[in-house]
Structure formats: structure tokens, C-alpha cells
């Protein structure tokens, strides 16, 4: 059984940066690909990006070029930096690990862009 942990959510103003962190324990991390989604209020949960174990990233179109997946096995922990965020990004965000059909899901952290 895999858990994770996410960190580093919180408020930042219109073209700000935040980082989230999405610890890894009990399982082998460096295995699993690790990928983020977000939901928004009233929305439908979405992908965001995903990092495979060989590292090949993958963004949705609406954060290309803003956000950075990124992975430390040596931590066991996938990042995401999120760069010039805007109020359409607020929303939770979670982060997931999968292993063929095996895929969890951590808790989410809250992010708000506001002025």
C-alpha cells in the first residue's frame, strides 16, 4: 500500500509561484508514475501533469509553459512548481502514483489565486 502526502498548497496573488510536494511511502517510488490533477468548485476533476519513471513529463494544455513536474526518487517525492499562476488555478490538488492497474490517490492541498 502506497500513501501520500501533499504539501505546499496555500493563497498567492495573480502571477505568483507555489510549489507542491507529494511525499511517497510504502512502496518502491521509484517504479510508480507519478501525476497531478486539480478540482475546482463545481467543477470536474481534470489532469494536470504526470512524470513517468523515465521521466518523460506530460502538461494539459492550460498549464504549458507554466507548471513543472518534476520527480527526487532519491526522496521518494514528485513536485510541481507552478509558475505566473492565474485565479483559473485555484482549485485542490492532488497528486497520484500508479503501477499498472495499481494507482493511488493522496490526500489533496488547496490552492488559491487571488488578489
Known amino acids: 500500500q502506497v500513501q501520500l502526502v501533499v504539501s505546499g498548497g496555500g493563497l498567492v496573488q495573480p502571477g505568483g509561484s507555489l510549489r507542491l510536494s507529494c511525499a511517497a511511502s510504502?512502496?518502491?517510488?521509484?517504479?510508480?508514475?507519478m501525476a497531478w490533477y486539480r478540482q475546482a468548485p463545481g467543477k470536474e476533476r481534470e489532469f494536470v501533469a504526470t512524470?513517468?519513471?523515465?521521466?518523460?513529463?506530460d502538461y494539459a494544455e492550460s498549464v504549458k509553459g507554466r507548471f513543472t513536474v518534476s520527480r527526487d526518487n532519491a526522496k521518494n517525492t514528485a513536485y510541481l512548481q507552478m509558475n505566473s499562476l492565474k485565479p483559473e488555478d485555484t482549485a485542490v490538488y492532488l497528486c497520484?502514483?500508479?503501477?499498472?492497474?495499481?494507482?493511488?490517490w493522496g490526500q489533496g492541498t488547496q490552492v488559491t489565486v487571488s488578489s
Open positions: 510504502g512502496g518502491v517510488f521509484r517504479r510508480y508514475t
Open positions: 512524470i513517468t519513471t523515465a521521466g518523460t513529463t
Open positions: 497520484t502514483s500508479s503501477y499498472y492497474n495499481n494507482v493511488y
